[in-house]
């Protein structure tokens, strides 16, 4: 009996040792001869899921690439996995596309903490990450040698949006409507610091909670402030509640959004029309752009993607590709990690769908430059400024 | 076979010499693991391990004490923030924030047990989900806290000049920690302590009649099991890196009750399998389901005929639920009962 019992846990062990080694590999290169893999990871399922959508747009680009016979002959292969918007997994994506898939680099990548969480863990296994689709300074200061950022900084696209609104539309009384956190506290700073330089305060900075629905008091402050535009860096859903609000106690000023809120026909449906007339910042060219690029991106999607909806941030997937794409041209057939840093170090003025994008060994923020759009009926997209960089940029000075 | 004879006999640690054999061969096991499991899936075993902390502790007071609890995200997130900012604010070293990070989740268990002497069932589930909800509010509006960006944990200086960087390192000092809260748990069930425990549970009037103090032992209840959470939380600090409050939602309650209810209410075993079984669903099935042989290319057929775009993503969640919703129902013992059913076939096997 005693027997009997002493093959239970030699059972169990030898079940624990077959399901570990099933899905064991050894540790990939980043390429071969034949293909090339790159990946992103972003949330594809739940609440945040609309923010995952850039990370499957590199597939786009990757199909032309391969079409055109590819990188130096090798092919391109992109992985876009979820992390549900949660850092745990998206280390252990990360580290499955690292060391199972063998990715050569990232592409996009949504999350600040997500990103924050993997950063030394790919430094640490030489992986480059081109064009993190988050805008966060410790990426790039102090300079990290593999990670290139492209989304200009929020605090300078709020100091361009302000000079546009000072400048051009001669208004003095401005309101800041932020979310209490990081990203509208950087662009707070980006706003607060163009005023100063033309000697003046914001009528009125009201901070707001990610969570907060009922905006009425903030709304109610703002028109008793006299605030004629109100900036806003908020969540999609804040920024329509806010709309909406206003309307109902009828106070109409100029809005201006940040270009997370560039997604123009998707605000205006979710507003259900208020968005009209809306001014946003932008980082990339709007999907209905007769751009030759553009129009060579959406033909492809229509071929090869065809059950994705053409919008603003599944575009400006491929927007966050093509400098990688660029770079790995010429960083010449003998590819390796060192010779695409080479290559990317040396990016200068490239230009794509999006803004101009110069990489230096020692300065890895590729741009500051945005569009200024406002919203026309039915949402389309209507240019009022094309690119423009900040010059009171803190992170050029040296 | 299992008859006990005395009271001595109850509350071994090992019930047999088979027993302590076997569990001897399974920790040279699991400490010479990292020769034989590639180096990847470390960081896997290290969520693995915390989550096991957490579970035993949580079924000390779910299945065993028979109290809800939808806030231990909460604790789990005061243990995590707790000992990164002991470290990195006043400079404790590690073995000295750790358990002080648990005992300042054991705190506000004791605190939170407070009003589970009044309230019960869905009330007590509901006190309990404020609770979680709350603390994240405090945590994320608070710079102290690195607000929602969130913060960089501070580099694990185990004292003696050892600083551990990699996975594998991280395992043994979890490994280690996991095992002595484990055997405590289990010893602590043995005692009055848990008899208590389990008298309440089963019934509180009757318990209270024969002398036991409900107020004392809810609330150590609660205590014992945030102090758990609190551990694995600081540990789960180390093994992600950097960390927000994001996480720290109702929904990781929600999982760390499923940990408990799959793997079997009332057994520390079912606390263990439990984690470990939804974890690794959770973090690692079907990830990679584009690239899987054979049943890849069908499953993005099926994605894209019936799903949207990103119906494929689902596919884990669909088969993690009805894996859940599967063990529960034909198992209602979790799988401490399969296990036990394994045990009973092998003593009368091959009959």
Redesign the interface.
């Known amino acids: ?2 027997k ?6 030699p059972f169990m ?1 030898v079940l624990f ?1 077959f399901v ?2 099933a ?2 590999y ?2 990939a290169p980043g390429f071969d001869d034949k293909e090339i893999r790159i990946a992103s990871w972003g949330p ?2 739940g609440p945040a ?1 609309p923010w ?1 959508t850039v990370n ?1 747009g590199p597939a786009v680009i990757c199909a032309i690439v391969n079409e055109e016979g590819g990188i130096h002959g090798r092919k391109l292969k992109h ?1 876009a ?2 992390d549900q ?5 998206t ?3 990360v ?2 596309l690292v ?3 063998g990715v050569f680099a990232f592409v996009a990548g949504t999350g ?2 997500c990103g ?2 993997v950063k ?2 790919m430094a640490e296994n030489k992986i480059i990450w081109v064009a993190p689709a988050i805008s966060v300074k410790e990426l790039i200061s102090p300079v990290n040698p593999y990670i290139f950022a492209l989304m200009p900084l929020y605090e300078d696209e709020a100091s361009i949006l302000t000079k546009y609104v000072v400048d051009k539309m001669k208004i003095k009384e401005i309101g800041v409507l932020y979310q ?3 990203f509208g506290k950087a662009a707070l700073d980006g706003i607060r610091q163009r005023l100063a330089k033309n000697n003046m305060k914001a009528v009125a900075e009201i901070p707001i ?3 907060d629905k009922d905006l009425s008091s903030y709304i109610l402050k703002l028109k008793n402030s006299g605030a004629k535009a109100v900036m806003m860096w908020l969540t999609p859903s804040a920024a329509v509640i806010a709309l909406k609000t206003a309307a109902t106690v009828n106070y109409k000023p100029e809005w201006v959004a940040s270009e997370t809120l560039s997604d123009l026909g998707l605000m205006h449906r979710i507003s259900g029309g208020l968005w009209e007339g809306v001014i946003t910042g932008a980082f990339v060219l709007p999907p209905e752009s007769q751009h030759p690029l553009m129009v060579k991106y959406r033909n492809a999607s229509t071929k090869y993607t065809p ?3 053409q919008s603003l941030f599944y575009m400006a997937g491929n927007m966050f590709t093509e400098p990688l794409v660029d770079a790995l041209k010429r960083a010449g057939k003998n590819l390796s990690t060192e010779a695409a840093l080479k290559a990317l170090n040396s990016t200068k003025n490239f230009q794509g769908i999006g803004p101009k994008v110069t990489w230096t060994s020692n300065q890895h923020q590729g741009t500051d430059s945005i569009q200024i759009w406002r919203c026309g009926p039915n949402g389309s997209t209507i240019l009022l400024q094309d690119w423009t960089s900040n010059e009171l940029a803190t992170w050029k000075k040296k | 076979m299992d008859m006990k004879r005395g009271y001595y006999e109850d509350i071994q640690l090992f019930e047999s010499n088979v027993v302590l054999f076997w569990s001897i061969s399974f920790l040279i096991f699991i400490f010479t693991l990292p020769l034989y499991v590639p180096d990847y899936h470390f960081y896997l075993l290290n969520l693995v391990l915390v989550h096991i902390i957490l579970a035993v502790g949580l079924n000390i007071l779910v299945g065993y004490t028979g109290q809800i609890s939808l806030g231990h995200a909460g604790f789990f997130a005061i243990g995590a923030y707790g000992t990164a900012l002991l470290m990195l604010k006043m400079q404790l070293p590690f073995f000295l924030a750790l358990p002080l990070a648990g005992f300042i989740a054991a705190f506000f268990g004791f605190i939170l047990g407070l009003p589970a002497l009044r309230l019960e069932g869905p009330y007590l589930s509901i006190a309990t989900l404020g609770f979680g909800l709350t603390i994240m509010q405090i945590i994320g509006h608070w710079d102290f806290f690195g607000g929602r960006t969130g913060i960089q944990v501070p580099p694990l200086d185990i004292g003696f000049g050892f600083i551990l960087k990699t996975d594998v390192s991280k395992y043994y000092l979890i490994l280690i920690i996991t095992i002595l809260l484990v055997i405590a748990a289990r010893n602590i069930m043995k005692t009055r302590v848990g008899r208590a425990f389990v008298a309440i549970r089963d019934s509180d009037i009757a318990a209270e009649v024969i002398g036991v103090n409900l107020t004392a032992y809810k609330t150590l209840s609660f205590a014992v099991s945030a102090f758990y959470a609190g551990i694995a939380g600081g540990l789960f600090g180390f093994v992600l890196g950097y960390f927000n409050p994001e996480p720290f939602n109702l929904i990781l309650s929600i999982i760390f009750l499923v940990m408990v209810v799959v793997g079997g209410l009332g057994s520390i075993l079912g606390g263990i399998l439990g984690a470990s079984l939804i974890t690794i669903l959770q973090f690692s099935l079907l990830k990679n389901i584009k690239e899987m042989p054979y049943i890849g290319d069908f499953l993005v057929a099926v994605s894209n005929r019936w799903f949207t775009v990103v119906g494929l993503e689902n596919f884990g969640s669909i088969v993690l639920g009805l894996i859940m919703i599967g063990i529960v129902i034909f198992e209602p013992l979790g799988m401490y009962g399969v296990w036990l059913r394994i045990k009973k076939y092998w003593r009368t096997w091959p009959f």
């Open positions: 009996m005693a009997k019992r002493f093959l239970i846990f062990v040792i570990m080694s899905v064991s050894g540790a594809m399922t899921a995952g499957r992985f996995r979820d918007y949660n850092p745990a997994q280390k252990v994506v580290k499955e060391e199972k898939q600040s903490a924050m969480a030394d863990y209490n956190d990081a909670e990610a969570t059950e994705e909806r």
